[in-house]
């Protein structure tokens, strides 16, 4: 995808936590500022940069060549790309090699977060443990980590029994979202990022869903302005969210509509068959019509939502579903507490609510409407 090179104005939305607050500073071709915001996280002079291959093919050299202009030593250490290698053994190499830099680290040694979700969880892991703490950054590439992941300090890596199963939560001390690299986003991976910003505004801000549906073409075509302007509106909501409720016991859980059926339908079908994007689209809609025919939400609003995911080219249909094993696998997500699903629905526009009463039979009819 080409997106135009022009830059944008800086938006800046901060995180509230008190002595652990943060800016998340957002537009085009802010990666040339990296060293400057190192500067203000650290007093050290080393900053070691964490990428996936091919993320550091793209953009390793601007993020060292900006940290290095500002006076520090940078390192770039590398894993192979993809989800399955978000393990302890990625892990594990990446903190041998840290610690193998000579002159050895110390806290004030910088780990820059410089890619999509996968590579932020591991760096935020790493940074978390290694000698017990190190100061950090994100950088996202992607829309989705953009817009989700980077912010909240959710660091983990996945186990055999399940994703982000072991890890901590471990704020950034800033976050860094240059819009540019947008432009080397496959088309599938901008849906993605899509597919969470429809859930911001069905939580939140009903209007999101306005300005997106308003938007579709410049957004498609990676306009700078209009990215900037979304990216900035949806890191707001999180922030907020997070500021509200840190470590998910309350509030927070809001930001998991459309996870829970939606990750019942991509272990269903088979991890890879679906990415996560799609399957959240599908869980939003799922969890809408269970919301309607409990008569908590209003039809036309879940059409409406039906609508915008269908027009970004997300799935709103799905036929083949077995809801015996979509159910099993809910039971046991992490989300489910004291084997009750635990569902978030919506209740209006920008409204939604937690339910710990789903029963199996409204998700089965949920999934069979798919069909």
Known sequence: MACPTRRTKIRTVTVHLGDRSYHVRIGAGVLSKLGDMAGEVTDGRLAVVVADGTVADLYGRAATDSLTSAGFRAELLTFPAGERNKNLATFSSLMDELLSLEPPIDRSALIVALGGGVTGDIAGFVAATALRGLPWLQCPTTLLADVDASVGGKTAVDHPAGKNLIGAFYQPGGVLIDVEALRTLPVEELRGGLAECVKHGVIRDASLLDAIDSNVEPIFACDPEVMTDLVAR???IKAAVVAEDEREAGARAHL??????????EAASGFGTLSHGQAVSLGMVAESRVAVERGIFDRTDAAR?????????LPVQLTGLDADEVWRIMQHDKKAL?????????????????????KYDEVAAALASLG
């Open 256 to 265: 998991n509509f459309g996870h829970t059926v939606g990750h019942g339908i």
């Open 305 to 313: 939502v039906e609508r915008l995911l269908e027009r970004l080219g």
């Open 234 to 236: 949806n890191v707001a």
């Open 338 to 358: 004291g084997g009750r699903v635990r569902m978030v629905l919506p209740t209006g526009p920008g409204t939604v609510d937690l339910y710990d009463d789903v």
